[in-house]
């Protein structure tokens, strides 16, 4: 169950030695034989959130699988949220659908791994948005 949340989340990747990127509908100035640094880390406003993963308002530059960080605060909490997931498709909104045509997007964090402590937090913050006693 998707409860709504927005607020800054920073994505990192964690395998920062790898020089793949997407980078969607935006592209870098070519930059002739040199190579193009790999971005490792965004910050990215987030949609929704679950004990599943994280759905975000825009696009990362990382594609699908792709391991990250991330680290965000939940409102009225004043601790980190931190854990360990990999970067997902979601299928476009119509809107999207109308500007860009049908593809995934790498809009989404799906969570691998929480500290206990974090996930009992998380799940506190959606049952309390989603009135769930």
Same mark, same amino acid.
């Given at each position: ?15 920062? /030695? ?5 980078? /969607?509908?935006?592209?870098? =100035?070519? %930059? ?11 910050? %990215? ?18 594609? =699908?699988?792709? =391991? ?16 360990? /997931? %990999? ?11 109308? +500007? ?28 309390? +948005?989603?009135?769930?006693?």
């Amino acid at each position: 169950m998707l409860a709504p949340l927005q607020v800054t989340a920073l994505v990192r990747v964690l395998d920062a /030695g790898a020089t793949t990127i997407r980078w /969607g509908a935006f592209r870098p =100035p070519r %930059r002739g034989a040199r190579r193009v640094p790999l971005i490792d880390r965004v910050w %990215r406003l987030s949609r929704a959130i679950s004990e599943d993963g994280l759905l975000l308002r825009t696009d990362v530059p990382y594609e =699908p699988g792709r =391991p990250v960080r991330v680290e965000l605060v939940l409102p009225d909490d004043e601790l980190m949220f931190a854990a360990v /997931g %990999r970067v997902e498709g979601v299928a476009p909104d119509q809107a999207d659908a109308e +500007r860009e045509g049908e593809h995934a997007r790498a809009r989404a964090i799906s969570f691998t791994t929480i500290d206990d402590a974090d996930r009992a937090r998380l799940v506190a913050y959606v049952q309390e +948005r989603m009135l769930i006693p």
